[in-house]
């Protein structure tokens, strides 16, 4: 219990909570403590000392950061005495370090170096050798000068208590102590990246921007992050102040935000912005006689507008589709689809990996988490079904080991072991071919131990189902909860080509545990572009289309084999689920269209016009994360060359159809209004009332060879796979196929030679890694690769087998 | 010759096969911890014994031990522990080896009798890592006071239930610090914490912990056994009882000699064979190279008490006392003293991990006559420094005996200055 407590900081009087460090109580009342080893979000090490004060009555100077308050107490953060501890510790902070602040890539935004101007002293005493300290490799992302390093520890306490991956540790003792890995492995968190924020000095510093520029020379823009559904705010920092025309973003940083990323950021949000600068397209071109031709842009727009109303003419609007990356905005995406829609395209989505889609009739305003990322926290059952958070969704991973950590049972079930950094108190796998039947099972499992009159009358079609011990334990410790469980369906489930039963039995489960689903969507937008009406059944506002204006989705309109695509920001070879349908449907289509920020070499043979479009940063848009809340930004950057944002390219061509000379749209802020508007009124009208999912009756069947579609996390997204330092830490890992010993086993396979994987009518062959987190029957395939594109819907059964 | 010598917890310093449980029992070993398991005391009652006795730390800072006691709550929830203190790392230090060596029961009997008054669960001795002889000894006297119903669960058929463990450390100085003793039981790097929380609210395992010194704790079964009265009466009215010295240095016997407090200092250096002939006493470091240099002149008219040493501007601290005679090169011995913090400075807190290199590249830089003008100086402002800006006292423990050394023998300093200039008075 915190009681309210009086003090005094520099003779101004100040209420505060009993717990609270001096520290916090003068950061809050505006009163500067200086400070190395103090950080908000971690533990207390009160080891650098540079926040020594004077406390009235305290002999010695006390540390603000490990000094309760109390009442009464009398602090003085400037009297003699206290300055006179905080100057010398400050020469003890230099005697040691490199006085070459400008060579240092921290210069202008180092700590040490501000507080050497407030707290040091013009001539240095210290006239022995300095100590030198060897630098330790520590992969691409981060770079290291150990010499520059003050002991002060974050990056210690961060790996530890953040991270939950002990990758940085002190060795050594004394003034030999030195921070590193010990190992020599390098870093490996995918959030290890912050260890460059927390460092307060120039020992840990960003690889992929080190010695690039100043940061008083870059212009500082708020943007948000575009890899996953949580969408973490960050500044993206432009270099502008000498030239105008070498506009770059020279960096990301977080930008503080409690509610979603607090002050952290992933890896992949961090450095995924160098990609703004590899691989783009910067100009329009067609293909004429099989060759490029760079156009203006109206030849462009003229012939998109030219060939398409063609096809409708000839074929009907029906044999055009549109697909949309789901990172996309919803301004993108509105003007996409009001673009095809005006044309009588009824093909619109961006769901690009989803096998089974008729589910997502059911799903209200579009797939999302059932709370916000705090609330997460407040949980006391995690129950992770076919979700993967740690390394696609890193902050939302992060809100649930904090849950963990204070005493939440995080279960988790799935076609492998979960890789967490946290406890995992029910850690199982089960075949990926017989998810809907244990979904069933666990529901049978809770019907036993629990009387409810709605779900009882199911018990008829789980007659033939058999509760293992396994289930029996999970349901139990299901049941055994405070506050309603939370249950989080991975995107990966989705991609199951039984997925209706699946999440209709999982909603079984929910209402069985009073709670409601939560979903991790792919990409940083799923669920802006679902109100945006880029999915076959809404239109915008989500509002559901009657039966007869409901299109075809993603697969099943490559399935079709249509006679036009119109592709945004999608390399079907390497993003979509099926990409071998994807790609037979492009190659024998009459008229492609690719629009997109990056270069792809597929898309050179089937496109036939290709559109540079501005990427992520360069573009102003809104984001609805997974928890509902609408992001909007404002550009950082002009896109290079050409390029226009996608918005601005969507509202012209549907201009340029309907021979308008005025833009419909041509404020970004007034789409997003618009569909923002949609939206309530949508709701005011109960529009997005659920339908309920009803679940058959299990046939049970031994489980089969079955493939789990893979997309590594620093692979999953055009932008991504474009950024150079992260596809180095990537590695090679990322191009194996996997399974479990009892998988190769059964079918001959090892690591010395390649497994040859054959799905439907296409075949590709990978490397293997026995790897015993993936379940029995079941074998991991690496989208990713490029040999993949061959093959067709790999969640579902393959055959194998060992090949030279 | 000096009434009382060795006859706490050195007594059985001659005498045979003294760290087995017969001859513990022979010489009426256990009978206070059988009699508390019997008639369970109030442990208040038992605390008023302790704080009578005049007990006081005996592992540097002479804490009263019955005030310290005090301080644990009985009745909070979960575990508590006890940890006593066997590292002795203290440079000049080596009293308790010889009581974990030659009296290990009297040290169980007493870890036994501290948790029953503070209600603790588990004690650990933690012993430094060289100590293989002694850890022998602690584990065999250990499994014996188990066999016999001493120790463990339900001990002598009562309700009581006290674990104890014998943990042989990985070697290094602070980790006898009692919050890096603590973070080392958990496994983690020797790292002291910084206090408050006092290991009395939030110790071991985050549980109230208290931390005693070996000597401390053997000494508690001899103090229940004969009273408070007569401990307290063995020493002067403000140091009670008997303390154990390591003489060493240059004397003709070193040696441990456990001796009533306020013996003089020079009946203790009779104890130890004197002086070599001929030779005069130039400075005493009266407990453990971390407490402040005397001059031997001041020592010789001094009694080893702690109001004693007190006066003469320095402390008993662990009763590691070195003698120095006036061969001693003072700049030498400085140099060496400081060797031995830099290298042991745990390195976790910056005027510590920084001040103790600069301290020892300057004393090294004395002692070889290569000193700069203005050197001493600077040593003293640097360990000025150092001193209370620490978070353990390791702090103190190199600004001390650079500080009074300067005070003290300035002259003998200044000589290895290169230029041979003196400068400005400082002190
Ligand atoms: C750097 C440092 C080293 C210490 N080493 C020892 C030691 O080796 N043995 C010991 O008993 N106390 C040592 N102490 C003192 C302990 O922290 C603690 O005060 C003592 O064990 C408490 O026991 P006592 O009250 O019985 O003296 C050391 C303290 C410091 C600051
Ligand atoms: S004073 Fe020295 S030994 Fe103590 S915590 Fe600080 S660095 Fe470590
Ligand atoms: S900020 Fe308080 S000791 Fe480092």
């Known amino acids: ?804 | 010759m000096i009434e009382h010598l060795n006859t706490v917890c050195y007594r059985f310093k001659s005498v045979e096969n003294s760290w087995t449980l017969p001859v513990y029992l022979e010489h009426g070993g256990y009978a206070v911890w059988k009699e508390i398991v019997k008639t369970a005391p109030d442990p208040k009652d038992l605390i008023e014994v302790i704080k009578r006795s005049g007990l006081r730390g005996r592992g540097g800072a002479g804490f009263p031990t019955g005030l310290k006691w005090s301080f644990m709550d009985r009745n909070a929830p979960g575990p508590k522990y006890l940890i006593c203190n066997s590292d002795e790392g203290e440079p000049g230090t080596f009293k308790d080896r010889q009581i974990l060596t030659t009296n290990p029961h009297q040290l169980i009997e007493g870890m036994l009798i501290a948790s029953y008054v503070m209600g603790l669960d588990v004690g650990y001795n933690f012993l430094r890592g060289e100590f293989a002889l002694p850890f022998q000894r602690c584990e065999s006297a250990l499994a014996e006071a188990r066999a016999a119903g001493l120790v463990g669960a339900s001990i002598l058929g009562s309700k009581l239930n006290i674990e104890i463990h014998n943990i042989l450390g990985a070697g290094s100085y602070i980790v006898g610090e009692e919050t890096a003793m603590i973070e080392a039981l958990e496994g983690k790097r020797a790292y002291p914490r910084y206090k408050p929380p006092f290991p009395a609210v939030h110790g071991l395992y985050g549980q109230p912990t208290t931390v005693n010194n070996t000597e401390t704790l053997a000494s508690v079964p001899m103090i229940l056994a004969q009273g408070a009265d007569w401990f307290s009466g063995l020493g002067t009215e403000k140091s009670g009882g008997t303390k154990m010295f390591s003489v060493s240095g240059h004397v003709n016997n070193p040696g441990v000699f456990e001796i009533p407090l306020g013996t003089s200092f020079e009946s203790l250096l009779a104890l130890a064979g004197g002086l070599q002939e001929g030779r005069s006493c130039l400075v005493v470091i009266p407990g453990g190279t971390s407490m402040r240099v005397v001059p031997g002149a001041e020592m010789l008219t001094s009694e080893m008490s702690y109001e004693g040493m007190e006066a003469v501007g320095s402390a008993i601290g662990s009763g590691g006392l070195i003698v120095m005679d006036d061969r001693t090169d003072i700049a030498q011995a400085l140099a060496v003293m400081m060797e031995f913090y830099q290298h042991e400075s745990c390195g976790q807190c910056t005027p510590c991990r920084e001040g103790s290199g600069w301290v020892s590249a300057l004393t090294a830089r004395l002692a070889q006559g290569l000193g700069k003008p203005g050197d001493i100086d600077r040593l003293y402002a640097i360990a000025k420094q150092i001193e209370g800006r620490t978070i353990c006292a390791f702090g103190e423990a190199i600004s001390w005996p650079v500080t009074s050394f300067i005070q003290h023998f300035r002259p003998q300093l200044e000589v290895g200055i290169a230029s041979n200039e003196s400068s400005e008075n400082c002190t």
């Open chain 1, 1 to 804: 219990m915190s009681a309210a407590v009086n003090i005094k900081i520099d003779n101004q009087s100040i209420q505060c909570q009993s717990g609270q460090s001096i520290i916090e109580v003068a950061d809050q009342a505006g009163i500067y403590i200086p400070r190395f080893c103090y950080h908000p979000k971690l533990s207390i090490a009160a080891n650098c000392r540079m926040c020594l004060v004077e406390v009235q009555q305290a002999p010695k100077p006390l540390p603000a950061c490990a000094t309760p308050v109390s009442e009464g107490m009398v602090v003085y953060t400037r009297s003699r005495k206290a300055l006179q501890a905080q100057q010398d510790i400050m020469s003890f902070l230099l005697i040691n370090h490199p006085l070459d602040c400008p060579i240092c890539d921290q210069g202008g935004e180092c700590d040490l170096q501000d507080l050497a101007m407030a707290y040091g002293r013009s001539r240095g005493e210290f006239e022995e050798h300095k100590r030198a300290v060897e630098d330790e490799h520590l992969g691409p992302l981060v770079s290291t000068e150990m010499t520059r390093c003050i002991h002060c520890t974050r990056c210690v306490r961060f790996g530890e208590e953040i991270a939950g991956m002990p990758e940085l540790g002190v060795m050594s003792r004394g003034g030999r102590a030195y921070i590193g890995t010990y190992l020599g492995k390098g870093l490996h968190s995918e959030l290890s990246g912050n260890v460059i924020d927390v460092c307060p000095v120039g020992a840990l510093t960003a690889k992929p921007s080190r010695f690039k520029g100043r940061s008083w020379t870059f212009k500082q823009h708020a943007q948000l992050a575009r890899h996953d559904c949580v969408g973490s705010h960050v500044y993206c920092h432009v270099q502008s102040h000498y030239t105008d025309a070498a506009h770059t973003v020279m960096r990301v940083l977080p930008r503080a935000q409690e509610d979603l990323n607090e002050v952290w950021l992933s890896d992949r949000d961090r450095f995924s912005y160098e990609a703004l600068q590899h691989q783009r397209l910067t100009q329009p071109q067609i293909k004429e006689g099989g060759q490029w031709k760079v156009v203006p842009w109206n030849v462009a727009l003229d012939v998109i507008t030219d060939r398409l109303s063609g096809i409708i003419q000839t074929a009907g609007a029906d044999q055009i589709a549109g697909c949309i990356a789901p990172s996309a905005t919803v301004e993108e995406g509105f003007l996409f689809q009001d673009w095809l829609r005006s044309l009588g395209v009824r093909n619109i989505d961006c769901r690009m990996r989803e096998a089974d889609v008729s589910h997502d009739l059911n799903v209200g305003l579009g797939p999302r988490l059932a709370c916000t990322l705090p609330e997460i926290e407040t949980h006391d059952r995690i129950l992770l079904l076919e979700a993967f958070p740690r390394r696609h969704q890193p902050m939302l991973n992060h809100r649930i080991r904090k849950a963990a950590q204070s005493g939440a049972a995080v279960l988790s079930w799935g076609s492998r072991l979960q890789d967490a950094n946290y406890t995992i108190a029910f850690n199982e796998t089960l075949p990926i071919s017989t998810w809907a039947e244990h979904m069933a099972t666990l529901v049978k499992a809770l019907l036993q131990l629990k009387d409810d009159q709605v779900y009882q009358t199911l018990s008829a079609a789980l007659e033939p189902l058999e509760v293992t011990p396994t289930i029996q334990t999970l349901a139990t410790t299901l049941l055994d909860h405070q506050t309603p469980p939370m249950i989080l369906i991975g995107e990966t489930m989705l991609q199951h080509p039984d997925a209706t039963q699946i999440i209709a039995w999982a909603e079984c489960l929910a209402g069985l545990l009073s709670t409601q689903l939560s979903w991790v969507t792919s990409g940083a937008n799923t669920a802006g572009l679902w109100l945006s009406g880029c999915v076959p059944h809404r239109a915008p506002g989500a509002v559901p289309l009657p039966k007869e204006d409901i299109g075809l989705g993603t697969l099943e309109s490559f399935k079709a084999q249509l006679k036009a695509y119109i592709i945004h920001d999608v390399m079907p070879d390497l993003d979509v689920m099926g990409s071998r349908q994807a790609l037979e449907a492009l190659n024998q289509s009459a008229f492609n269209v690719y629009v997109s920020p990056f270069e792809s070499s597929a898309a050179r043979d089937w496109a036939d016009v290709i559109l540079p479009c501005a990427a992520g940063y360069e573009t102003s848009g809104t984001l609805v994360n997974a928890t509902g809340t609408w992001q909007t930004v404002a550009s950082a950057l002009a896109a290079p060359g050409e390029a226009k944002p996608a918005w601005k390219i969507y509202a012209a061509l549907a201009a340029w159809h309907h021979t308008e000379t005025q833009l419909k749209f041509d404020e970004v802020t007034a789409v997003a209004q618009a569909v923002e508007h949609a939206v309530q009124s949508a709701k005011a009208q109960n529009k997005h009332d659920q339908a309920v999912l009803v679940p058959e009756a299990i046939q049970v069947t031994p489980p089969t060879l079955w493939g789990v579609a893979y997309w590594h996390d620093l692979r999953e997204d055009t932008l991504v796979r474009a950024a150079p330092a992260l596809q180095l830490q990537a590695g090679e890992d990322v191009a194996y196929a996997r399974c479990n010993t009892l998988t190769a086993t059964t079918f001959a396979l090892n690591e010395t030679t390649y497994v040859q994987v054959k799905q439907g009518e296409g075949q590709a062959r990978f490397k293997l890694k026995i790897d015993e987190s993936i379940a029995n029957h079941t074998v991991q395939i690496p989208m990713t690769e490029p040999v993949s594109a061959s093959l067709g819907l790999c969640t579902g059964p393959i055959e194998v087998e060992a090949c030279a």
